[in-house]
């Protein structure tokens, strides 16, 4: 192994050399519904006034 092949494998970080495909599956699904229920979730109040400031700033719909 030339010392750039090896300076390549070594600059990944480690999690991504063991980590299997299945559990890197597991662990995609398993974020996207965590954030799937975060984006359902309605803004707090001051947030969305914040918002709304925004937008009539900028004139956006």
């Not at 092949?5 to 970080?13: E, F, G």
């Not at 398993?30 to 707090?44: F, T, V």
């Amino acid at each position: 192994m030339s010392h750039t092949d090896h300076s390549k494998r070594a600059s990944a970080p480690r999690s991504e050399r063991e980590v299997s495909p299945e559990l890197r599956r597991q662990i995609d699904e398993n974020l996207r519904r965590l954030y799937r229920r975060s984006a359902e979730e309605a803004l707090p109040e001051h947030l969305q006034a914040l918002v709304a400031r925004l937008r009539d700033r900028d004139g956006a719909p």
